[in-house]
C-alpha cells in the first residue's frame, strides 16, 4: 500500500480518538501569552541536578545501577509566569526536573540506568495518531523510551523507536527490549544527552520536558588540559523554544497545517520564549576569568545561531560527544536542533560589565522568519569588575583523532531526503530515499569498517542528519545544478546515479566550518546541496572492538533531527552487520 494510502487508512481509523485528542491543555489554558509582558533575565540559571553513574569503595571505582523516573509535575519557567504541567527526568517527582539531573560518568566504567515510566494515562499536549505513533491497545498511558543522543551502545539499550513502554511496563512496544539499559562508557570522553525517542511522540514528549545531560568524563585525558571545570566554571546550557498560555500550559497548536490528512502535525514546532536548562532568558553572574560551557540545542526545529552583544567570542573544543585537535575562536556559532556547542568564554576579555547572549537565527532555518525582539535574546551574564588570577587555560593542543581516511571506506551510499506535500503545497510528510521505518532496511554497514555517505538534500529545509551509533566527519558540500531537473528525476525514480548526480554535483563549494571538521553525530545538510560525509562504525579513539554486538536487534536508526520531521517520518532503519 502506498504511503498516502497508509495515512489516509490511519486518518480514518482514529479520526474519532484524534477529535479528542487534540482539543488538550492547548485549548483550555486561555490565550498564547505575549512573550515581550515577561520581563527578561529576573531568574538565576539553575544548575541542574547530578547523579554520578559510579561509585567508590574501598578506593575502587565501580559500575552504578541508576533508577531514573519519568513524572507528570509542575514547573516554573518564569517568576512571573504560572506553574507548567510537565513531563521530567528524576529520580523521584519531589526532585524531578526540567532539563533532567546530568548524568556524570566514567570511562571505562559501566552505567546501568533502569528508566521508570509514571506518567499519567493521558499526554498533556496534543497527539496525532495520523502519524506513524506508537499506540498501546488500550489506548491509555504515554508511551516512552529513551535514547542516549551520542552514546555508543548495543542496540537493545539505543532506545529503538518502537521499543517504547508504558507505565510500570504494562504495555511495551514490539522491539522492547529490557527494563534496564546498559551504557558501557567506553567511547572517546565527551558531552551526550538523553532524551525521549517514542515512535510519533518524540517532538510532544521533549516539548513536555524529557530530556537530560550524559557528561562521560576521562580524568587521565582530560585533566591535563586544565580546562575549567567543577561545578561553578563548567556548566551544561540546554538552550530550547517554547510557547506558554496565560495559565502557564505548554502552548502546541492543535490544528495541522493540512488538517484533513493530519488532524494535528505541524511541520516545525517554534516558540518565541527562549529557555535555558528550565528558565525562560534567565541571568548568570560571572567571575572575570574563563568558563566552560556544553550548549545543547534541545529546541524541536530551532536552530540557534549565537552571539555575545558585547562581541565576546567562543573559544570552540569539542563538538558534539567529541573533542577537537586544537581549539577554534569565533565571533558566532550556528547549531542545529540536537548539535551541541563545548565552548570556553573568558570573561576577562569583556570591556563591558554585562555581555547578552543573543540568537540571530531564521526560523525556519536558513530562509525563514527574521528574529524578533523575544527570541532574539537567550541569557544575560553579569559580569564582576574585580579580575582575579585564572588557574584554567586553553591549551594550543585538544585531543587528536584519526583523520577521515578515504581508502578505508568500504562503501558508498547515497541518502536522499524527500519533502512531500499537499494539494495546497502544504507538507503532509517527509522521507529518506523515499521511504518510511518500516520499509526493509538498506543500510547495512559492517561493524568496524567506515562508509561514505552523499546526503543529498531535495528539500527548502536544512536538516540535522542524525546517525546513532556511528560517529562522522563532514568531507565537502557541493552545490546541485539544474536542481529541479535532478529533483524531478529523483521524484520518479529514487536513483542517484541513474539520476546522474555527479553530472548535477558540480556548483558552488561550501567550506565546513573549522569548529564542525571534528567527529560528529549530527550535521546540517544544506538544502539543494550534497554533503559527503565519511562514517565511521567504530570506536575514533582507539583501536578497540565495541564490547557488545552491535548486529543485535532491534539494530539503530538514523533521521532528521528536527522532531516534527523525524515523528513524520524521516527516519530509516540502520542494521549492522558482521
Not at 551520542?150 to 537493545?156: F, H, W
Not at 546498559?182 to 510519533?200: K, L
Not at 569498517?449 to 542528519?465: M, Y
Request: glycine share 6%; net charge neutral; proline share 8%.
Amino acid at each position: 500500500m502506498a504511503l498516502m494510502e497508509r495515512i489516509l487508512v490511519l486518518h480514518l481509523m482514529f479520526f474519532a480518538l484524534s477529535r479528542v485528542v487534540v482539543h488538550s491543555a492547548a485549548t483550555t489554558g486561555g490565550g498564547i501569552i505575549n512573550p515581550l509582558k515577561l520581563e527578561m533575565f529576573v531568574d538565576e540559571l539553575p544548575d541542574m541536578p547530578k547523579i554520578k553513574g559510579y561509585y567508590a569503595a574501598n578506593g575502587v571505582v565501580k559500575p552504578k545501577k541508576l533508577e531514573i523516573g519519568m513524572f507528570e509535575k509542575k514547573w516554573k519557567f518564569h517568576r512571573d509566569l504560572p506553574p507548567t504541567p510537565v513531563f521530567a527526568f528524576g529520580t523521584s517527582s519531589l526532585t524531578a526536573s526540567v532539563p533532567g539531573p546530568t548524568i556524570e560518568a566514567l570511562h571505562g566504567i559501566d552505567t546501568y540506568v533502569t528508566w521508570q515510566n509514571h506518567l499519567p494515562p493521558n499526554h498533556i499536549l496534543p497527539i496525532d495518531p495520523t502519524i506513524p505513533t506508537a499506540m498501546p491497545s488500550n489506548k491509555k498511558g504515554v508511551p516512552t523510551v529513551v535514547h542516549l543522543h551520542g552514546g555508543i551502545d548495543e542496540p537493545e539499550s539505543d532506545g529503538y523507536a518502537k521499543s517504547w513502554f508504558t507505565a510500570g511496563f504494562e504495555e511495551k512496544g514490539p522491539t522492547w527490549t529490557n527494563e534496564t539499559y546498559h551504557y558501557h562508557n567506553m567511547q572517546q570522553p565527551g558531552n551526550t544527552w538523553y532524551h525521549d525517542h517514542t515512535m510519533g511522540l518524540t517532538r510532544v514528549n521533549l516539548l513536555a520536558g524529557l530530556i537530560g545531560a550524559y557528561i562521560l568524563r576521562h580524568p587521565d585525558v582530560e585533566a591535563p588540559l586544565r580546562l575549567p571545570s567543577g561545578d561553578v566554571f563548567d556548566r551544561p546550557l540546554f538552550v530550547f523554544d517554547r510557547n506558554f498560555l496565560t495559565n502557564g500550559s505548554i502552548y502546541m497548536n492543535s490544528t495541522g497545517n493540512n488538517p484533513s490528512i493530519h488532524p494535528q502535525w505541524q511541520p516545525e514546532y517554534f516558540g518565541d520564549v527562549i529557555v535555558v536548562n528550565g528558565k525562560a532568558w534567565p541571568r548568570m553572574t560571572v567571575r572575570r576569568r574563563k568558563y566552560r560551557f556544553r550548549i545543547i540545542n534541545a529546541s524541536n526545529a530551532r536552530f540557534f545561531r549565537f552571539f555575545f552583544t558585547n562581541g565576546l567570542r567562543f573559544i570552540h573544543v569539542g563538538s558534539d560527544s567529541a573533542y577537537l585537535g586544537k581549539p577554534v575562536v569565533t565571533n558566532d556559532t550556528v547549531l542545529a536542533p540536537a548539535e551541541i556547542a563545548d565552548v570556553v568564554i573568558d570573561f576577562s576579555e569583556s570591556t563591558s560589565d554585562v555581555a547578552i547572549l543573543a540568537n540571530d537565527a531564521p526560523y525556519p532555518y536558513p530562509a525563514g522568519n527574521p528574529v524578533n525582539d523575544a527570541n532574539g535574546k537567550v541569557m544575560k551574564f553579569i559580569i564582576l569588575k574585580n579580575r582575579e588570577t585564572d588557574p584554567w587555560r586553553v591549551p594550543e593542543k585538544l585531543i587528536e583523532y584519526p583523520s577521515a581516511d578515504l581508502s578505508a571506506a568500504s562503501t558508498t551510499r547515497y541518502i536522499a531526503m524527500y519533502e512531500y506535500t499537499s494539494n495546497t503545497g502544504k507538507p503532509t510528510h517527509l522521507l529518506i530515499n523515499a521511504k518510511t521505518l518500516e520499509d526493509p532496511v538498506t543500510e547495512t554497514p559492517k561493524v568496524g569498517t567506515s562508509e561514505v555517505w552523499e546526503v543529498i538534500n531535495l528539500t527548502g529545509d536544512n536538516h540535522p542528519l542524525h546517525i546513532h551509533l556511528g560517529l562522522f566527519k563532514t568531507l565537502d558540500q557541493t552545490e546541485l545544478v539544474n536542481l529541479d531537473e535532478f529533483t524531478a528525476c529523483m521524484n520518479k525514480i529514487n536513483d542517484a546515479i541513474k539520476c546522474n548526480l555527479s553530472k548535477h554535483a558540480r556548483g558552488k563549494k561550501l567550506a565546513v566550518p573549522v569548529h564542525e571538521q571534528g567527529w560528529k553525530n549530527v550535521y546540517k545538510i544544506t538544502p539543494g546541496y550534497v554533503t559527503r560525509i565519511l562514517v565511521r562504525f567504530s570506536y575514533v579513539h582507539a583501536n578497540a572492538s565495541y564490547p557488545f554486538d552491535a548486529t543485535a536487534e532491534p539494530g539503530y536508526v538514523y533521521h532528521c533531527h528536527i522532531l516534527d520531521h523525524e515523528d513524520n517520518i524521516m527516519m530509516r532503519p540502520l542494521k549492522l552487520i558482521k
